[in-house]
C-alpha cells in the first residue's frame, strides 16, 4: 500500500533559519514519483518540484534544495534563509504505478505548517 | 496561476441540497483529478477522467459524480450534502494522467454545509 507520512505537523522559524522538512514513503513498486506542494495562507497548491524514484540525485533550487534517500525511503525539503513568504503548509506526494497501472493519482502527506516569523 | 480554473471560489449551502463544481484544465491537458481537503482526513483522491472517460476513482462517495465533456471541462456533482462534505475540493490537470506527470492545481472551492 501506498502511504506518505510527514511526522512535523507544524514547525516555527525565525527568518533566516534553515529549516528541513521531512517526508518519509512507503511503496512496493521500484516506479514511482515523489513531489512537494507548498499551500499557502491563500490555500490553493503550488507545485514545487518531481523526483523519479531512478534518481538520487540531491536538487537545489535557489533557496530551496530536496534530498532523496531511496535508503531510507526519505524525500526532504530544506529551506536556507527562511523568509516570512515561506510560510505555508507544505505537502509531499507519492504517485506510482500500483497494479501496473500508469495512471498518476497522488497520495498526500498531511502535511507540515511553516511559520517564518519575522 | 497554474492554469487551471475552478468555480465557484466558495460556495455554502444546506444539508440535504445539491450543487455543482466546475472545472477547466489548463490549456493542452487532457486529464482531471478531483481532490478533497478536510481536517479529517487531509487531501484525498476522489476521481480521475482522461479525454472525457472515467480512468480511476478513488475515496468518492456514492452521492458524489462527475464528468468530463467534450471540451475537457469538469464537474463534480455532491448531492444529499451532509455536514461532514464541508471541504475544500479542488480539481487538477495534467498534460496526459500519467504517473510522472505533475498535477497542477486549481484554487480550489470551499463547500460549507450549514
Known amino acids: 500500500a501506498q502511504k506518505v507520512t510527514q511526522a512535523q505537523t507544524e514547525i516555527s522559524v525565525v527568518e533566516k533559519e534553515d529549516v528541513t522538512l521531512d517526508c518519509v514513503y512507503e511503496t512496493r513498486d521500484t516506479t514511482y514519483y515523489l513531489f512537494w506542494y507548498k499551500q499557502p495562507p491563500s490555500g490553493e497548491l503550488v507545485f514545487l518540484i518531481r523526483?523519479?524514484?531512478?534518481?538520487?540525485q540531491n536538487e537545489i533550487s535557489g533557496r530551496y534544495s530536496w534530498n532523496f534517500q531511496k535508503s531510507t525511503s526519505s524525500f526532504n525539503f530544506t529551506i536556507t534563509a527562511s523568509q516570512v513568504v515561506d510560510s505555508a503548509v507544505y505537502f509531499c506526494a507519492l504517485s506510482d504505478q500500483g497494479r501496473g497501472s500508469t495512471l498518476g493519482r497522488l497520495y498526500f502527506g498531511r502535511g507540515t505548517q511553516l511559520t517564518v516569523w519575522p | 496561476d497554474s492554469g487551471v480554473t475552478q468555480t465557484p471560489k466558495h460556495l455554502i449551502t444546506a444539508t440535504g441540497q445539491r450543487v455543482t463544481l466546475r472545472c477547466s484544465p489548463r490549456?493542452?491537458?487532457?486529464?482531471v483529478y478531483w481532490y478533497q481537503q478536510s481536517l479529517d482526513q487531509g487531501l484525498q483522491f476522489l476521481i480521475q477522467y482522461y479525454n472525457g472517460e472515467e480512468r480511476a476513482k478513488g475515496n468518492i462517495l456514492e452521492r458524489f459524480s462527475a464528468q468530463q465533456f467534450p471540451d475537457l471541462h469538469s464537474e463534480l456533482n455532491l448531492s444529499s450534502l451532509e455536514l461532514g462534505d464541508s471541504a475544500l475540493y479542488f480539481c487538477?490537470?495534467?498534460?496526459?494522467?500519467?504517473?510522472?506527470?505533475?498535477?497542477?492545481f486549481g484554487d480550489g472551492t470551499r463547500l460549507s454545509i450549514l
Open positions: 490549456s493542452g491537458d487532457l486529464s
Open positions: 487538477a490537470s495534467s498534460v496526459a494522467g500519467q504517473v510522472n506527470q505533475p498535477q497542477h
Open positions: 523526483r523519479n524514484s531512478f534518481d538520487e
